[in-house]
């Protein structure tokens, strides 16, 4: 397994706390993501950070913010947690893609946190 | 809206049986990417086809890539029990960096 861990795995919370998701990568890789899982959905994208205090959105930002201090810590905070953020949050990881070196963008994903918004 | 989209929802086979699940999406590409998911665990990648490719195996796994209809096929030969998973495909744009993900098809495979 890839070394991405995630933290807390289990957590709920009442409407209106913040709350921080951490995840850890012992891989030095470069890109690290936030996705939510909801059924019927997939995997939606929250936030991806492509270097140390680089980060963008994605397509399911609103209510999400990240941040990125050190290559191996990607955090996820919900300013003020709402029902809909209900979810299974998956942390991921890949190396940069390079099309002339052949290495492209699989992601490694950690093994996810089941947040519970009452 | 979902870049992939992935039919069937739900596949039901019999062990021994070939499982394929076929994936659209809806602008160019860089790659097509197919992932596993055992039921409460992350996913992990299975395959990855580039544009420029129309067809890869790995072990029992084939993926085909027809770009020119924007699909890709999973196909699973000689199922096994173990197969139980739900897969999904996962489509990096050309225009930027972003992968996206299908709802993914939940495959159970019986022994």
């Known amino acids: 397994d890839a070394g991405i861990t995630q933290s807390p795995r289990h957590k709920v919370t009442e409407t209106g706390t913040p709350v921080t998701l951490r995840c850890h990568q012992t891989e030095n890789h470069r890109y690290m993501y936030w996705y939510r899982q909801d059924p019927g959905h997939g995997l939606r994208l929250i936030h991806y950070?492509?270097?140390?205090?680089?980060?963008d959105k994605g397509e399911v930002s609103d209510g999400y913010s990240v941040s990125r201090s050190k290559t191996e810590d990607f955090l996820l905070t919900l300013e003020s947690a709402t029902s809909s953020q209900t979810s299974v949050y998956f942390c991921?990881?890949?190396?940069?893609?390079?099309?002339?070196?052949?290495?492209?963008?699989?992601?490694?994903f950690g093994p996810g946190t089941r947040l519970t918004v009452l | 809206s979902q870049q992939g989209e992935e039919d069937p929802q739900a596949l039901s086979i019999q062990e021994g049986e070939n499982a394929t699940m076929n994936c659209s999406y809806k602008t160019s590409i860089n790659n097509l990417q197919w992932y596993r998911q055992n039921s409460g665990r992350g996913l992990v990648h299975l395959i990855l086809i580039r544009s420029n490719e129309r067809e890869k195996h790995s072990g029992r796994l084939r993926v085909t890539l027809d770009t020119s209809k924007k699909s890709s096929s999973l196909l699973i030969t000689a199922s096994r029990a173990a197969d139980t998973a739900s897969y999904f495909c996962?489509?990096?744009?050309?225009?930027?960096?972003?992968?996206?993900f299908g709802a993914g098809t939940r495959l159970f495979v019986k022994a």
């Open positions: 996962a489509a990096q744009s050309r225009e930027g960096f972003k992968t996206i």
């Open positions: 991921a990881i890949s190396k940069s893609p390079d099309r002339e070196a052949g290495v492209t963008n699989e992601q490694f």
């Open positions: 950070s492509y270097g140390v205090k680089d980060t």
